[in-house]
């Protein structure tokens, strides 16, 4: 950082109010530590190199579904022919697995195992659809729909769709009906101990449970994707990254009954940029820490989105009893559209029938910044930072926010979060610099023009 920054930022963070927890420089370091690093996003470059089969026919050897037996009809059961024109696909170097497009293929529960040849591309054109009767589900895979894995270096790409028919599942879930005993139901697609995977321009939708999970992954990238579940149906989270490392998604609207994306344990370096989330819970860190697990997130940025009329907005929500900790995340350049919960830390995360105790262990949750947010909630409570009493956050920084709710004052709640705010912050961010536990500062006064300091600008330039 050049010294006029340097200067700047002591000018400005001295003006900060409130009983100061962090000393002057220890803010300065802070912001430093929060906004020197980004997520390499190391396609960017190569971004002409994405192969769409078709300009490169001649090097491709077409594995067309329809070959292998395939009805297309949306009634046949093709799942033999899927997995005859896998082998084939997989086997064979520079293939292209091609669903062709205007038909139906319907698919039981499969697994399509790696490692395969060289430069597969998975090429979905058609639609896939999931037998829609739970009753009949493969028991042996409860889990699963299509599920890929030791996959290296391929491409999934096209206008395709991957629709899980998953209403008698949502109807069938515990959380539709009480009475329902609580079960597993499967994921639509998944990316499983994978690496170097790109995924372009597919749907998918109506999921039985979780839409699109990516699991024990490195260097993953989504773009163009577009994942839509009704607002109410059960725990049909949007992308569900987990134990994945360089995972960039980007360009890509998810509409949902649950979080639009959870990151959960042993997940690093994710990148979020141009995402568009509603209906849905929100942009979701965790649930974490749940029967006393260890999790560890760090390096997660979401750049550029919008949310509307979503249930939570930017969430970090954690189980008591939990352990590890969730560092270094940045929401940035967010627009939310009445969102119940627009910013929220929750250490009393509790999704289960019975109540939870609260306990000694959390996740410790830190480096923390929200930046250029702006936008309406529909609750009072705009900003909620509810840490853990023996474990506190820290370090959670807030600049450049704004939230208004259409009739009424806003407020700011804290319990044991420390941090501060620069900038304008509405509602208020004092209660991060006072000691006491379960404190609230509340904005009556509507909020100034969200003129954009000149530190942020700076700020982002360092970059
Ligand atoms: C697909 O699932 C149905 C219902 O369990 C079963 O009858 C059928 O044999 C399965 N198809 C294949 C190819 O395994
Ligand atoms: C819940 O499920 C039970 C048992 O299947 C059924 O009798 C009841 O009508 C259901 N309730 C609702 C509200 O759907
Ligand atoms: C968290 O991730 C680590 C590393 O992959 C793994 O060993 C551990 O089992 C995971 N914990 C849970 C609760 O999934
Ligand atoms: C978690 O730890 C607490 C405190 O030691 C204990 O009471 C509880 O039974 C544990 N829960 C699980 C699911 O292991
Ligand atoms: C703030 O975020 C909005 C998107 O929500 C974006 O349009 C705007 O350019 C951002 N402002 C700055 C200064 O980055
Ligand atoms: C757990 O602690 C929080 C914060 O102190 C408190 O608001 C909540 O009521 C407690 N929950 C239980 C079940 O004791």
């Known amino acids: 950082m050049d010294k006029f920054l340097v200067l700047f930022l002591s000018l400005l963070l001295l003006a900060v109010h409130g009983r100061a927890e962090y000393s002057e420089d220890d803010k300065l370091r802070i912001v430093e530590d ?25 090097a491709k050897v077409l594995v067309n579904l329809d ?33 062709p497009p205007g ?14 040849a060289d430069n597969l591309i998975i090429q979905i054109d058609g639609t896939i659809v999931a037998p ?13 729909w299509l599920d ?10 096209g206008n395709g769709v991957i629709d899980g028919s998953g209403g008698k599942w949502w109807a069938s879930s515990c959380k539709k009906n009480k009475t329902n005993p609580c079960r597993a139901a499967p994921s639509a697609l998944t990316i499983d101990s994978s690496s170097s995977v790109k995924v372009k321009g597919l749907t998918i939708q109506n999921s039985q449970q979780m839409n699109f999970v990516i699991s024990r992954c490195n260097s ?4 163009e994707v577009l994942v839509s579940c009704p607002g109410d149906s059960p725990n049909t989270d949007g992308i569900h990254i987990s134990e994945s490392t360089n995972v960039v998604l980007q360009d890509s609207k998810i509409g949902t009954g649950d979080d639009c994306v959870s990151i959960v344990n042993a997940s690093s370096n994710i990148k979020m940029k141009r995402i568009y989330c509603g209906p849905g819970h929100g942009i979701s860190i965790g649930s974490l820490g749940k029967d006393n697990t260890t999790a560890i997130v760090t390096k997660v940025v979401l750049d550029t989105a919008f949310l509307k009329e979503t249930t939570n907005g930017l969430r970090i929500k954690t189980w008591q009893g939990g352990s590890g900790y969730v560092r270094a995340v940045r929401f940035e350049n967010v ?28 996740v410790k949750i830190s480096q923390i910044m929200y930046r250029n947010i702006t936008g309406t909630t529909k609750s009072e409570e705009a900003i909620k930072f509810a840490c853990s009493d023996t474990v506190p956050c820290s370090n959670i ?29 509405h509602p208020s961010a004092d209660c991060l610099s006072s000691q006491d536990k379960g404190c609230i500062t509340s904005d009556v006064i509507k909020s100034v023009v969200a003129t954009e300091p000149e530190l942020d600008h700076i700020v982002h330039t360092e970059l």
């Open 335 to 362: 627009q939310l559209q009445e969102v119940a919960n627009p910013i929220i830390i929750d250490q009393f995360y509790c999704d289960s029938p019975t109540a939870c105790q609260n306990q000694t262990s959390a």
């Open 34 to 58: 929060l906004v020197s690093w980004d997520v390499e996003d190391e396609y960017e470059a190569e971004d002409s190199a994405n192969t769409f089969w078709d300009s490169e026919r001649s």
């Open 67 to 99: 070959s292998f037996g395939a009805a297309g009809d949306g009634i046949s059961d093709d799942t033999e022919a899927f997995l005859k024109a896998w082998k084939t696909a997989c086997s064979t170097s520079n293939s292209v697995f091609l669903v």
């Open 397 to 425: 920084v807030l600049s450049n926010v704004n939230l208004e709710r259409k009739d009424g004052t806003v407020e700011t709640y804290c319990n044991s979060a420390e941090g501060f705010g620069y900038g304008v912050v």
């Open 132 to 144: 829609d009767e739970p009753s009949n589900w493969d028991p042996q895979l409860p889990r699963i």
């Open 148 to 157: 890929f894995s030791k996959l290296n270096g391929v491409i999934f790409q």
């Open 220 to 223: 993953v990238r989504i773009s």
């Open 103 to 116: 038909r139906r293929y319907l698919v039981n529960a499969t697994r399509f195992k790696g490692p395969c």
